[in-house]
């Protein structure tokens, strides 16, 4: 059984930064890409950023491209997110996802292609 566990989510001002961090636990954590996906109230999941296995490749949405980063350290088996300029737009609940082995084309998008979910941690972006 795989676990995922997010941390990091709290209240920042527009303009501000947060981390988020996902610790994977259960299985080898080097097979599975990784991805974030976040929820705000009233709306869909929508997908966020992944990354692949080995870390050398990575995905981003428009909206968030050029102020998000992802990585990931399979040493701690852990993938973090790192939020920059955030908008009131990014108020959302964040989630951690896993999928085993590789994930090509739109599958990186949907969130059905990730079989491990963490519970979600809460961002939320005052003006």
């Known amino acids: 059984q795989v676990q995922l566990v997010e941390s990091g989510g709290g209240l920042v001002q527009a303009g501000g930064s947060l981390r988020l961090s996902c610790t994977v636990s259960g299985r080898t954590f080097m097979p599975y890409s990784m991805g974030w996906f976040r929820q705000a109230p009233g709306q869909e999941r929508e997908f966020v950023t992944a990354?692949?296995?080995?870390?050398?490749?990575?995905y981003y949405a428009d909206s968030v491209k050029g102020r998000f980063t992802i990585s990931r350290d399979n040493a701690k088996n852990t993938v973090n997110l790192q939020m920059n300029s955030l908008k009131p737009e990014d108020t959302a609940v964040y989630y951690c996802a896993a999928a085993p082995g590789r994930l090509y084309g739109s599958d990186l998008f949907r969130d059905v292609s990730y079989d491990y979910w963490g519970q979600g941690t809460q961002v939320t972006v005052s003006t």
């Open positions: 990354i692949s296995s080995s870390g050398l490749s990575t």
